[in-house]
Nanobody, 121 residues
């Protein structure tokens, strides 16, 4: 019914950059909020960045000034530009969205499959 697909993960050296992409597809009425979580090895999942339907953004303190979240023109996609990357950014990154479907008209939380990001020192 609804699917989130991430891309752009990979291996990068400290100080480098990566750009993650996520596209939502299916019977979508609206994407109310969409963003990124990450889970480093041996640690709990945390919110990295989110952008709401009103266009407001929120970032975890550790990525402020380095990462930028944005939405595509179609509003069914989201991007995470990651600059000045650090080894502690190494994690599986998951796209997450609050989506209202067309039929039936229901609002639910959806997750992508995850994409691995590894930062070497």
């Amino acid at each position: 019914q609804v699917q989130l697909v991430e891309s752009g993960g990979g291996l990068v050296q400290a100080g480098g950059s990566l750009r993650l992409s996520c596209a939502a597809s299916g019977s979508i009425f609206s994407v109310n909020a969409i963003g990124w979580y990450r889970q480093p090895p041996g640690k709990q999942r945390e919110l990295v960045a989110i952008i709401t339907g009103a266009g407001t953004t929120n970032y975890v303190d550790s990525v402020k000034g380095r990462f930028t979240i944005s939405r595509g023109n179609a509003k069914n996609s989201v991007y995470l530009q990651m600059n000045s990357m650090k080894p502690e950014d190494t994690a599986v990154y998951y796209c997450n969205a609050v989506i209202t479907t067309e039929i039936p008209r229901l609002t639910s939380n959806y997750w992508g499959q995850g994409t691995q990001v590894t930062v070497s020192s």
